[in-house]
Protein backbone atom coordinates (compact mmCIF):
# COMPACT_ATOMS: atom_id res chain seq x y z
CA UNK A 1 0.00 0.00 0.00
CA UNK A 2 1.34 3.40 -1.05
CA UNK A 3 0.85 5.69 1.13
CA UNK A 4 2.24 9.71 0.49
CA UNK A 5 1.04 12.69 2.63
CA UNK A 6 1.54 16.91 1.63
CA UNK A 7 4.59 18.25 3.55
CA UNK A 8 8.25 20.36 3.55
CA UNK A 9 11.62 17.99 3.50
CA UNK A 10 14.13 19.43 5.79
CA UNK A 11 17.56 18.41 5.02
CA UNK A 12 20.94 19.90 5.83
CA UNK A 13 20.94 21.67 2.69
CA UNK A 14 17.54 23.73 3.10
CA UNK A 15 18.25 24.64 6.53
CA UNK A 16 21.17 26.26 5.54
CA UNK A 17 19.11 28.30 2.40
CA UNK A 18 17.00 28.84 5.51
CA UNK A 19 19.47 30.27 7.35
CA UNK A 20 21.24 32.16 4.47
CA UNK A 21 17.98 33.68 3.17
CA UNK A 22 17.06 34.82 6.75
CA UNK A 23 20.17 36.74 7.07
CA UNK A 24 20.05 38.73 4.31
CA UNK A 25 16.35 39.48 4.74
CA UNK A 26 15.29 43.11 5.51
CA UNK A 27 13.31 43.03 9.13
CA UNK A 28 12.65 46.58 8.97
CA UNK A 29 8.87 45.71 7.83
CA UNK A 30 8.48 43.71 11.13
CA UNK A 31 10.35 45.56 13.71
CA UNK A 32 8.52 49.26 12.47
CA UNK A 33 5.29 47.65 12.46
CA UNK A 34 2.72 49.70 14.01
CA UNK A 35 1.31 47.01 16.21
CA UNK A 36 2.59 43.49 17.68
CA UNK A 37 -0.47 41.73 15.71
CA UNK A 38 0.69 43.88 12.60
CA UNK A 39 4.24 42.94 13.22
CA UNK A 40 3.65 39.26 13.77
CA UNK A 41 1.55 39.37 10.38
CA UNK A 42 4.49 40.78 8.50
CA UNK A 43 6.67 38.42 10.34
CA UNK A 44 4.32 34.77 9.40
CA UNK A 45 4.04 36.46 5.89
CA UNK A 46 7.92 36.41 5.64
CA UNK A 47 8.68 33.12 7.09
CA UNK A 48 6.09 31.52 4.90
CA UNK A 49 7.23 33.01 1.79
CA UNK A 50 10.33 31.79 2.53
CA UNK A 51 9.74 28.29 3.16
CA UNK A 52 7.86 28.17 0.74
CA UNK A 53 11.14 29.36 -1.47
CA UNK A 54 13.09 27.04 -0.16
CA UNK A 55 11.06 24.09 1.04
CA UNK A 56 7.78 24.27 -0.91
CA UNK A 57 4.77 21.83 0.06
CA UNK A 58 5.01 17.99 -1.76
CA UNK A 59 4.35 14.68 -1.66
CA UNK A 60 5.95 12.95 0.71
CA UNK A 61 6.12 9.08 0.77
CA UNK A 62 5.17 7.55 4.28
CA UNK A 63 8.73 5.46 5.35
CA UNK A 64 7.67 2.01 7.72
CA UNK A 65 7.82 2.83 11.28
CA UNK A 66 9.40 0.72 13.54
CA UNK A 67 7.01 -1.66 15.93
CA UNK A 68 7.43 -0.29 18.85
CA UNK A 69 9.18 -3.35 21.26
CA UNK A 70 6.48 -3.51 24.44
CA UNK A 71 8.82 -5.05 27.23
CA UNK A 72 6.89 -6.37 29.65
CA UNK A 73 9.39 -8.51 31.63
CA UNK A 74 9.28 -8.84 35.45
CA UNK A 75 12.85 -7.54 35.90
CA UNK A 76 12.53 -4.47 33.74
CA UNK A 77 9.10 -3.22 35.93
CA UNK A 78 10.90 -3.86 39.22
CA UNK A 79 13.74 -1.78 38.30
CA UNK A 80 11.49 1.33 36.86
CA UNK A 81 10.06 0.53 40.18
CA UNK A 82 13.03 1.32 42.17
CA UNK A 83 14.71 4.21 39.89
CA UNK A 84 11.08 5.75 40.25
CA UNK A 85 11.43 5.44 44.15
CA UNK A 86 14.39 6.72 43.91
CA UNK A 87 13.78 9.59 41.72
CA UNK A 88 10.75 10.55 44.48
CA UNK A 89 12.98 10.61 47.17
CA UNK A 90 15.77 12.45 45.18
CA UNK A 91 12.88 15.40 44.35
CA UNK A 92 11.73 15.58 48.09
CA UNK A 93 15.17 15.43 49.93
CA UNK A 94 17.15 17.14 46.85
CA UNK A 95 20.25 15.41 47.64
CA UNK A 96 22.40 13.34 45.28
CA UNK A 97 22.86 10.52 47.17
CA UNK A 98 19.29 9.86 47.73
CA UNK A 99 18.91 9.74 43.71
Do not use: H
Request: aromatic share 8%; with cysteine; charged share 30%.
Amino acid sequence: CNVSTIGRVFNKRNTDSIKEVLEIEDWNSVVCAPSAEEAYKRFLSLITMIMDLVSPFRKIKAKNKAKSTSFTNEEVSNLKQVYLRCLRRYELTGKIETR
